[in-house]
């Protein structure tokens, strides 16, 4: 009968550990969703920034004797 419990008990408390583990991993790979997407937009604005500075750096060329 107490080997009976102890089994129940283990049983309940890897499913507790499971779930835990299943939320951690989901909000987890939610959060890194969210950090990929604002590292996409700052990758294009560095983009943009990188013509920007080659335009100028142009336009400095030609304006130099």
């Avoid at 049983?11 to 939610?30: H, M, N, R």
């Amino acid at each position: 009968m107490v080997v009976l419990f102890v089994w129940i008990g283990a049983v309940v408390f890897a499913a507790v550990i499971l779930g835990f583990c299943a939320y951690e991993l989901t909000w987890k790979s939610k959060r890194l969703q969210g950090d990929l997407g604002k590292l996409q937009a700052l990758s294009t604005q560095l983009t943009d920034l990188q013509g920007e500075v080659s335009a100028a750096r142009s336009r400095l060329i030609e304006v130099r004797p």
